[in-house]
């Protein structure tokens, strides 16, 4: 069961290597969907799949800054994870997809990922001698873009993590303390990553808007409100020892650099715009405190991933 309580005492080859074998024979949504996530049918040119960008080895993330899409085109945005996202609508660093089934096909059709409009999609599926019969059985119903969005959605709510060493209660003394710092007045690190999966489900900016070198306006590109510049979605932090590197822009390639940044925003943007009062004053972390807290976000990766975060 996935303890969530914290107060108190590289692309399709390492995909398939990683234990995340194709379902044979398929029989539900989610076996449909995860044959559909790791198949390069969806993209433009026939060459990336889902699972190029958001690799099962990694936590389902990218060891990417900026995935890249059909031939070899960067993205805007470091690809978060797609595990244990299940309830935690809306999707994506802007918060752009109201459901799990919408955020399934927007990188289908986006010009920088997959860039295959969602009636070639459903086409090429239709005319499929493997996928037609398939949505056939499980849907009852030729594919569709509804359909689609479905089995992919089904797939990845099965993306579920709860057996690390902080909700199997085997934490170092190092994480514990960590976990304690964590939680504290001190550094508020639980105001926002709260939660079974340490995430409010909310959108803050953390700093990394400057209107000069930091430009992605982030949440208010989807609103239009000015208070919203340069907010993103708290991502959750479950398996982040394995979903380097870090932030929508992947600018922090180790989880020292995100702490270090936390402890003192302004020694890496000196002139944030709009950022969140919870950051305004440097922590002043001390060396072992930063340690400690390293250590219990290390702890929350689940047993399939702990010889890749060591």
Sequence with gaps: ??????????GLAIAFGSGFNLPSPVKTKAQLGKKLFFDPILSKD?????????????????????????????????????????GHDPFFWDGRAASLEEQALMPIENPVEMNLSIQDAVKRLNNSKVYKPLFLSIFKQLPSSKNIGLALAAYQNTLETDESAFD????????????????????????????????????????????VNLIDEGRAV?????????????????????????????????????????????????????IDSTLRDPLKLTVDEKKDLVNFLKALTDKQYLKKAQ
């Design 46 to 86: 026939h060459t990336i799949s889902c699972a190029s960008c958001h690799i099962p080895a990694f936590g389902f993330a990218d060891t990417l800054a900026n995935s890249l899409g059909v031939d070899g085109t960067p993205g805007s945005r470091n690809a978060p994870t797609v595990m244990n996202l299940r």
């Design 222 to 274: 989807i609103t239009k409100k000015k208070e919203d510049l340069g907010k993103f979605k708290t991502p959750g932090l479950r398996n982040v020892a394995v979903t380097a590197p870090y932030m929508h822009n992947g600018m922090f390639k180790t989880l020292e650099e995100v702490v270090d940044y936390y402890d003192n925003p302004y020694q890496f943007v000196p002139k944030p715009i709009n």
């Design 168 to 211: 199997l209660d085997e934490m170092s003394e190092s994480a514990e303390r960590g976990r304690q710092l964590f939680v504290s007045d001190k550094t508020k690190c639980f105001d926002c990553h709260n939660g079974p999966d340490f995430t409010n489900d909310d959108f803050k900016n953390i700093g990394l808007f400057d209107g």
């Design 1 to 10: 069961m996935k303890k969530w309580w914290v107060l108190g005492g590289l």
